[in-house]
């Protein structure tokens, strides 16, 4: 059987990969496993109105009702999922791809997205030519839901309102012409900051920068906090589940540093907790997770297994390097303007500079590199890598995992998604981390030239 979903949903290029006919039976086909009340969001996208309408027909035609949320960041889409109480939800999205992407989000009932079995389930129906379409009399209907009034207010709730309203915070915020335009500023009048905003009306083809907010392509949001004096800058990506921070200064950090303050400050509040993270997360999250008496929790790679695993195991905190931060008592999912919630009331509360706050935690240099890697040798190469390092501290959650004395760690993992071997290391000098770098990349092109003899 073929596989739909890919680490995040269904995505593929609008109209070649992923056409309407698709998605009105992959509706149908997920409507017949979920529930017959089903959640609609879209995102700004060009073809997401059209695949919105595909889905409506998908979902009406095995007699499913619709509340339709129209246009809405995906954690909007989530959050309601589960306060209204419905079977799950679709959102046609393709989170931060380029523009002539699209896809469909599949999300259960509790508002995280459906674990692998049941993608599995929808794809057993989808690939046997869909599921039975209800009788003429049975097709369902459509509401229109809105959801913002309760979606800001739970991230309100959980944050110290009179702290932050007080502490009178300017905040520029980039939402890459995404949607997050439609919360992100509102959350952060109602947390008392002045909010300036650049890329901030919602366009489809993403003309500012690209919908994946990375240091090297905020420009314009580092200018604006330079330009106006801001406290904080906070870029989204196109769904609004990501957040990335800049300081006062204009200095862009990447997730891990941003996801390291978050959980200092909630072990502050909730001490012995436990938090989980990729094992692709930077040791500065072990290091925070220590120094504040929590416990810390490594998973696979991929935020709908953290998620998941939050769920399973009552985890409150979780976080990616790639700036999303799931936070269980608003809900366990990736959201953009929690994460920048937290932050706003992170300054608040220590009354110091973002700048001062990141610096603390910059302590480790990170490299990333990819080893191209035939499909096939794929497993064997694993296989021969882990017995040529036998002895070292070696941890098996997701790839292979070496840390050394001195700290510093290498990843070392098949990509899902390309024909390469994936290394991700960490060290506290530069010179270390690109040596660790050097050495494993030679041993693994070693391995495979002695394979492909
Ligand atoms: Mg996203």
């Known amino acids: 059987m073929g596989r739909l979903f ?34 609609l969001g879209r995102d700004g996208r060009t073809s997401s109105f059209l695949f919105k309408e595909a889905a409506i027909s998908g979902l009406l035609s095995v007699g499913c009702s619709v509340f339709d949320l129209g246009v809405v960041p995906t954690p909007v889409l989530q959050y309601a999922t589960k306060y209204f109480n419905l079977d799950g939800g679709l959102m046609i999205t393709a989170s931060h791809n380029p523009p002539e992407f699209n896809g469909v989000k599949v999300v259960a009932g509790d508002g995280v997205e459906v674990p692998q079995p049941v993608e599995e389930k929808i794809e057993e129906v989808y690939f046997k030519g869909g599921p039975e379409p209800a009788s003429w009399d049975r097709v369902g209907d459509v509401k229109e839901l809105h959801a913002f009034e309760p979606y800001c ?20 915020l980039d939402p890459g012409n995404g949607v997050a335009t439609l919360v992100a500023p509102r959350i952060a009048q109602e947390l008392g900051c002045k909010v300036y905003t650049v890329n901030a009306d919602i366009d489809g083809t993403f ?19 330079q330009a106006t004096g801001a406290d904080l800058g906070v870029a989204f990506d196109g769904d609004a589940d990501r957040a990335i921070f800049v300081d006062e200064k204009g200095g862009i950090y990447w997730g891990d540093v941003s996801f390291a303050l978050v959980v200092k400050e909630f072990l502050k509040k909730h001490p012995g907790e436990a938090v989980a993270t990729p094992v692709s997360s930077s040791k500065i999250i072990m290091d925070v997770v220590e120094e504040g008496g929590g416990s810390l929790l490594w998973t696979r790679v991929g935020s709908v297994t953290v998620s998941r695993t939050m769920v399973e195991k009552s985890i409150k905190l979780g976080g990616e390097e790639n700036g999303g931060v799931m936070y269980t008592p608003h809900q366990p999912v990736r959201d953009g303007s929690m994460a920048m919630a937290l932050i706003i009331e992170a300054i608040a509360k ?44 070696i941890e098996k959650i997701d790839g292979v995992k070496l840390w050394y004395q001195d700290g510093s760690w290498i990843l070392i993992r098949p990509s899902g998604t390309e024909p390469a071997i994936r290394l991700y290391a960490e060290a506290r000098e530069e010179v270390r981390v690109s040596k660790l770098v050097e050495n494993v990349k ?4 070693e391995i495979i030239s002695k394979l492909n003899l």
């Open 442 to 445: 030679k041993n693994i092109e």
């Open 207 to 225: 003309p500012s920068r690209d919908s994946e907010p990375r240091p090297d392509n905020l420009k314009d949001l580092s200018a604006l906090v």
């Open 153 to 172: 207010r739970s991230i309100l709730s959980n944050i110290e309102l009179e702290a932050v309203r007080e502490a009178g915070l300017k905040v520029a």
């Open 350 to 393: 220590n009354g110091e500079p973002i700048s001062k706050l990141f610096n603390e935690l910059l302590r480790y240099r990170q490299m990333k590199a990819k080893v191209s890697c035939p499909e096939y040798l794929k497993s064997r190469v694993m296989e021969r890598l882990e017995s040529s390092i036998e002895g070292k501290h």
């Open 6 to 39: 890919g680490t995040n949903g269904v995505r593929g290029v609008a109209n070649r990969d992923l056409t309407p006919g698709m998605v009105v039976k992959l509706a149908s086909s997920a409507g017949s496993i979920l529930g017959n009340r089903v959640a």
